[in-house]
């Protein structure tokens, strides 16, 4: 499949309205002078896939009486219905004039204009009003253009980075080349539609391929199919398919974004910029501005001023300003002839160029695209080839992985006056997830991948060291901070363990913040940023010589006194997007899952809990939100439901199972089995039961229900929810007390996985 396919369908139809045209010339007697039919939009342009409507529009001069021309326009559309979707109107030439005038949509498909039968000097009068009409008012039709894709965008989002993108209508889509091919048409402004060629064969190929496996015009292309789309168009699999698009998207972007800076500029500069030269200033060595753009002097050596490039990037991302393609295409030129190329290791001056350019913020990310476009970033950085457009299909992430380093980069900056060495920071955040894109572990694979890197920036051998402890940790402070005990003295020396010195730390504390803001709201939260702030504080102290041994928590006289009566309490307080829950309950066998069980039939969804046993009792904090439409809840009324729960908790269970069933019967991307781990050696005396799963209904009360029937007791538990995942760590004795041995935790654990598989 592909451009000759999509010609060739346009062809057949071709051949079957010409012979549809030319019957029902015959049955009304009449001639094609002043009558035709012509292709517009997509099939106007030979791009006819599968599922495509027909785009046509039959003219006329009115020359035929109104029953005589009813009866062609029947004979020909009668037999095209049967066998076509077909999206048609029927005008004459000042009334297609007068719709083009009032409706974009017309407008642009006009521009396609093509004959299909008929009166051709018809055909040819339209497209020449079109064409005129769209030049001569250019101005205002480009400025409607560039809201109604706004708007669009709005409602699309963007293809590179979407989970199941639209590649008609997202941002970087087909119909965005649509546009560019318009605004080229405009002679407004000079579109070099060549460099978004691949780009344009490639998301059309998508979009026939879908529309052949689904029999209809679809353009949304889900998750689910991503493999089979993939197995047809002969990738290795959905990551390699969903790369290509995503790189696809961005190229079309790229174009367009460009494209709408140039004609701002022309329109801002107006008849002036023809009556006197551009005012050029000089920022820096070799580079000027000029119309509002980082411009690469002409005359500049390259191959003597290797660090011009890097310059040009820092210091258009520090003021602001875009680089004109023409630099773009200076350098790019220059170094893929080997001028211009950096020594090994760089020198200061380029590292330092490097880290003005990441430190720049939001400036930063258009040039860095460019740099990425235009593929001049890989003569600096060739391990970023690998890392480009690489997908992350998950819930979790919105961004590819090189974009979500960006995006990190950005964060990061924000953080530069917190830490004692930004530059690191910078340098961390742009490549901690550089080992990526491989079976390996990520961060070990990354550690071993950013020494080299490093070096040949030109850090320091001290400076390296730091920077692989920042890449192989990255996730270090918030996965500890959400999974484990911040009360156990084992938590805070794990950390003490990897982390060398307070530097360090703060570094990785501000790597760990920007990371997360980059990832988005599912994987960052004000609740998530205060408890790895706590647990940085805590190894701090460790690290200033202060005990290592966590204070126990807090508990006022009057938890004390209903933990030790053995009297069941529960306090709500309200947050502003659920409740803060706090429950004092005599301790029993599957507690956790009891009160997980209430709280999930009571519609709320666990976003973390933490629980811990004192003396008899429990003391549990859960933060949850309603679900939808969930009735109103009071303390009051949760603590009726746990009372009845103690003495009878078949209700709760089956509830529980009708939800699960309901939740079945609702469409879901494929998820990959739970995986369930046990630690020995990551607390003191109690084992550590990690649950990594997709959340769904009820998974809480499996889980602890699961521990209740192995026989072991729930010493602490921590519980987070990130958008789709749940991460549960649990802190189990023996019933007897004491961590279990190896054998009962594989035992457990495997108990856990069967029954949530």
């Known amino acids: 499949m592909g451009t000759r396919e999509r010609r060739e369908r346009s062809n057949e139809s071709d051949r079957f309205l010409l012979s549809l045209f030319t019957t029902a010339l015959k049955k009304t007697g009449k001639n094609s002078k002043g009558l035709a039919v012509a292709a517009v939009g997509g099939y106007g342009r030979g791009e006819l896939s599968p599922g495509s409507d027909l785009d046509i529009i039959i003219l006329h001069q009115g020359q035929l009486s109104q029953n005589i021309f009813s009866e062609f326009v029947n004979n020909l559309l009668y037999p095209l219905w049967d066998s076509k979707s ?45 064409l005129e009409a769209w030049r001569k008012y250019a101005r205002n039709r480009l400025s409607e253009l560039k809201q109604s894709l706004e708007e669009r965008h709005e409602r699309a989002g963007e293809l590179a980075y979407l989970l199941e993108p639209d590649v008609k209508e997202a941002r970087g889509g087909l119909r965005d080349i649509n546009a560019l091919r318009a ?14 060629s691949w780009a344009e064969s490639k998301l059309n190929d998508v979009r026939e391929t879908l529309h052949q496996m689904s029999g209809r015009n679809k353009d949304r292309l889900l998750f689910q199919e991503q493999d089979a789309v993939a197995r047809e168009l002969d990738y290795i699999d959905a990551d390699a398919l969903m790369s290509d698009v995503a790189q696809a998207a961005r190229s079309v972007d790229y174009l367009l974004e460009f494209t709408w800076h140039q004609l701002g500029q022309r329109n801002k500069d107006g008849l002036g910029r023809f009556l006197r030269k551009p005012r050029t200033d000089i920022v820096a060595k070799n580079l000027n501005v000029s119309q509002k753009e980082i411009v690469i002097n002409p005359s500049a050596d390259i191959h003597s001023d290797p660090m011009l490039g890097l310059r040009a990037a820092a210091t258009a991302a520090q003021l602001g300003l875009p680089i004109s393609l023409d630099s773009y295409s200076l350098l790019s030129a220059a170094l893929a002839e080997g001028k211009g190329l950096l020594p ?28 990425d476009q235009e593929e001049i970033i890989f ?74 890197l490093a070096q040949r920036i030109g850090f320091p051998p001290e400076d390296v060291e730091v920077i692989k402890i920042l890449v192989k940790h990255h996730l270090l402070l918030s996965a500890t901070a959400t999974r484990r005990d911040l009360d156990d003295p084992a938590t805070i020396q794990s950390i003490v363990a990897v982390i060398p010195d307070l530097t360090t730390l703060e570094l990785l504390h501000a790597l760990s913040i920007a990371d997360g803001e980059a990832t988005g709201s599912a994987g960052w939260s004000d609740w998530k940023a205060t408890l790895v702030s706590d647990l940085v504080k805590r190894v701090k102290k460790a690290m200033s010589g202060s005990s290592t041994i966590a204070a126990q928590p807090e508990i006022t006289p009057d938890q004390l006194k209903v933990a030790e009566s053995g009297v069941l309490q529960v306090n709500l307080e309200h947050r502003e997007n659920g409740y803060s829950i706090e429950i004092i309950s005599p301790d029993k066998p599957g507690l956790l899952s009891l009160v997980a069980g209430v709280i999930n039939t009571s519609r709320l969804d666990v976003r973390s809990a933490r629980t811990k046993t004192h003396g008899s009792s429990a003391v549990m904090k859960w933060i949850v939100t309603p679900e939808p439409h969930a009735p109103a809840i009071t303390a009051q009324i949760l603590r009726s439901e746990i009372e009845k729960a103690f003495n009878d908790a078949s209700h709760i269970e089956d509830r529980l199972i009708a939800r699960a069933q309901a939740y079945a019967s609702i469409p879901s991307i494929p998820v990959p089995d739970p995986i369930v781990e046990f630690f020995n050696d990551g607390a003191t005396e109690a084992t550590i039961i990690e649950v990594r799963s997709h959340d769904r209904p009820g998974l809480l009360f499996r889980i602890g229900a699961g521990i209740t029937q192995s026989k072991v007791d729930i010493r602490s538990a921590i519980v987070t929810t990130l958008g789709a995942e749940a991460i549960d760590t649990l802190y189990v004795t023996e019933l007897t007390g004491g961590p279990l041995s190896d054998e009962r935790a594989n035992e457990v654990a495997s108990r856990l996985l069967q029954l949530l598989k």
């Open 86 to 130: 077909v999206d048609h109107s029927v005008r004459t030439r000042a009334e297609t004039r007068d719709a083009a005038e009032s409706d974009l949509k017309v407008a642009l498909g006009l521009l396609d204009i093509r004959l299909v039968a008929g009166d051709a000097d018809l055909v040819a009068a339209v497209q020449a009003d079109s």
């Open 183 to 196: 605004i080229s048409l405009s002679g407004a402004t000079n579109v070099p539609l060549e460099r978004i």
């Open 344 to 371: 090994n290791p760089w020198p200061r001056e380029a590292r330092e160029h490097l880290i003005s350019l990441i430190g720049a913020g939001e400036s930063m990310v258009s040039i860095f695209e460019a740099l």
């Open 379 to 452: 003569h600096w950085i060739p391990e970023w080839r690998a890392l480009r457009s690489l997908p992350q299909r998950n819930a979790l992430h919105r961004h590819t992985v090189d974009r979500h380093m960006v995006e990190t980069a950005v964060h990061a900056a924000a953080l530069t006056r917190k830490v004692h060495r930004p530059d690191l920071l910078l340098f961390a955040a742009l490549f901690h997830d550089i080992g990526k894109g491989d079976v390996e572990d990520h961060s070990l694979r990354g550690e071993r991948l950013i020494q080299p």
